[in-house]
Each structure stands twice: as C-alpha cells, then as structure tokens.
C-alpha cells in the first residue's frame, strides 16, 4: 500500500488521465470527418467545451479516488471499481470516435454510469468529498447518455 499521500496523489492521476490521454488522442486522430458529418441535436454544446469540461472532471476523479484512498475505512475492491470504470470511460471513445459505432458506445455509457452511481455510493460510506467530487461526473455522463442517445436516433 502506498503511504506517500504525494506519490499517490501522483499514481492516481496519472491512471485517471492516462484514459483523457487515450480518449483525446483517438478524438483527435479518428473524429474528423465522420463526426461533423453527423446530425446533432440542438443539445450538443459547442466542440470547444469539452476539453475544459472533462478535464475538470478527471481532476475531480483523480481527487475523489485519492481521498478515498487516504480515509479510514477504504477498500480494495472499491480502487478495483475505479480502475474498471477508468477502462470503460477510455473505451468510450475508443468505440465511439475510433470505430463510430454509436449503439455500442451508447451501452457503454450505461455501464459507466452505473459504475459511477456504485463508486458514488461507495465513496459515501467512507468519504464524503470523494463522493461529492463524482457527482458532476455522474451528472455530465448522464448528459453524455442524452446526447449519444440523441445522435444514434437521429442518424
């Protein structure tokens, strides 16, 4: 187990970001032209958003996994959990930007989402910060489900 709050702080981003890193880097290799050329509902903010967004996110992420880790009464298996979710986030954009398979990427936002509604609820009985920090994540998932789902009906 770790004990240096520092190297942990360290280690924990560098798993979450790693996901950012992989996502952003199949966004940008694969998205273009096959994303602009999709119908989008008026719903869709505009393309500049996200980076600032997600990176937000994965900073509040990297937070909330590593309280946990330095609370009382953490578990191995709820790090094991986000390790998973961290795989499935990363997939998404493998799936859905790299191979543009909308329905599959679609199913695997529901798994992520319901990976996060269990780190929420696990974090709560052990760190309350942890589980605040993964409520906008939670809540800009469920944004993203809308909209994955908007683009798979309209195309």
Known sequence: MLKNKFLSLILFFIITFSA??????????????????LVKSNYNPPDWIFAPVWTTLYLMMTLAIWFFWHSKNRDINT??????????????????FGFHQIFLAFVILIILILLIIILIIRFKRVNFVSYYLM???????????FLNLNILLIN
């Open 20 to 37: 950012s890193f992989i996502g952003g880097l199949t966004t940008i290799t694969y998205k273009e032209p096959w994303y602009s050329e």
């Open 79 to 96: 790090v094991y959990i986000y390790f998973i979710h961290i795989a499935f986030n990363t997939t998404w954009s493998v799936v859905f």
């Open 135 to 145: 409520i906008p994540y939670l809540l800009w998932c469920c944004y993203a489900l």
